[in-house]
C-alpha cells in the first residue's frame, strides 16, 4: 500500500513539474509513456525525466501507469532510489506524437539497459488483444502454449529476448497458458489465468531471472498490464487507462542449467489464449 501511495504520489508531482504547460499542447502533440522495473538484482529506483523526478522508489516487477508527455527528445535518468548521482540508466529518447511506449529496465545491475517498446493496442468491440513480451535477458527463446498442450501445438514459438508478439487478437473469455522452452513442454513459467475482456487489449511481460540462482533471487515472474480498452462509440479512439492496472505473478524458473547453456541467448533499448490462430504465430518486433 505504502508503494501504491509513492507511486501515485510521484505521478502527482510529475503532472505538476515535468508537465507543467502540457495542457496547452494540443492532444495530437503528445506521447505517453510507461516505466517498468525489470532488472532482477537492481535496488528500487527513482526515475527522472528532463531533470524532473517522475517516479519515486519503484521495485523490481513495478509498471507505472502512463504519464503524458510532449512529444520529441527526453532525457531519462534512472538511480538508486534516494540518490541523485551515478544514474544506472542515462539516455535520451524520442517520442512520437500520438504514441504510447514502455520504458523497461532491464538485464542485470551489471549490463542493466533500458529497453524501449511501441505500446500500439487497437482494441475493438467484440475482440481482446494480447501481445508477450520477453524481457528476461538470461533465458533462452521460449514458446507460449495452452497448458497440456503437445509441443508442436505452440501458439507462440520461438520469442527471444527482448522481442514481442505484437498484439494477437482472439476471443474474449478465461485462458490458461504457459511459457515453455522453445520447441519443447518444459514449462519455464506457469502463466495466471488470463480473463480478457471484449474490447481491451493487454500485455504480458515476462520478465525476472532464468538462471539457477536466480539473478537478484528474482526468478521468472510475469507482469499482466491492461494496455487500452476501446473507446466509446461517440469517440474515434482508444482509451489508455488512466491507472496502473498492472498485477504480476512469480512462477517458478524450471529452466534447467544445461538447458540454458544449450539455448542461452545474449542479451538492450527500457507491463494468449486456446483460441489464438490455429495458424503458428511467430515474434516480431
Excluded at 494540443?26 to 524532473?52: E, F, M, N, W
Aim: hydrophobic share 50%; no cysteine; charged share 10%.
Amino acid at each position: 500500500m505504502k508503494q501504491r501511495i509513492s507511486l501515485i504520489a510521484a505521478l502527482a508531482v510529475a503532472g505538476a513539474v515535468f508537465l507543467g504547460s502540457v495542457s496547452t499542447v494540443a492532444a495530437a502533440d503528445q506521447a505517453r509513456i510507461r516505466v517498468l522495473h525489470a532488472s532482477p538484482d537492481a535496488p528500487a529506483v527513482d526515475v527522472y525525466a528532463d531533470g524532473a523526478r517522475i517516479l519515486s522508489d519503484v521495485p523490481f516487477g513495478t509498471i507505472s501507469n502512463y504519464v503524458t508527455v510532449p512529444a520529441g527528445a527526453h532525457h531519462l535518468q534512472v538511480f538508486a532510489a534516494g540518490t541523485t548521482t551515478g544514474a544506472v540508466i542515462d539516455t535520451t529518447v524520442t517520442l512520437d506524437a500520438g504514441k504510447a511506449y514502455t520504458i523497461a529496465a532491464t538485464n542485470s545491475l551489471a549490463h542493466i539497459q533500458a529497453q524501449v517498446i511501441v505500446d500500439n493496442p487497437m482494441p475493438t468491440a467484440g475482440r481482446a488483444q494480447v501481445r508477450a513480451v520477453h524481457l528476461s535477458a538470461d533465458a533462452p527463446a521460449v514458446d507460449v502454449a495452452v497448458r497440456g498442450s503437445a509441443a508442436d501445438a505452440a501458439l507462440v514459438k520461438g520469442l527471444v529476448y527482448p522481442k514481442n508478439t505484437g498484439y494477437l487478437n482472439l476471443d474474449p473469455g478465461s485462458y490458461t497458458l504457459d511459457v515453455r522452452l522453445a520447441g519443447t513442454t518444459t514449462v519455464a513459467l506457469a502463466l495466471p489465468t488470463l480473463d480478457l475482456a471484449s474490447g481491451t487489449s493487454y500485455s504480458v511481460f515476462v520478465i525476472g531471472s532464468a538462471a539457477n540462482p536466480a539473478v537478484g533471487g528474482n526468478g521468472l515472474r510475469a507482469v499482466v498490464t491492461t494496455d487500452a480498452t476501446a473507446a466509446p462509440a461517440s469517440s474515434p479512439a482508444s482509451s489508455l487507462p488512466p491507472t496502473d492496472t498492472a498485477s504480476t505473478t512469480t512462477g517458478t524458473a524450471t529452466l534447467l542449467p544445461i538447458a540454458l547453456a544449450v539455448l542461452a541467448l545474449g542479451a538492450f533499448g527500457l507491463v494468449a489464449g486456446a483460441r489464438f490462430s490455429a495458424a503458428r504465430v511467430r515474434s516480431r518486433d
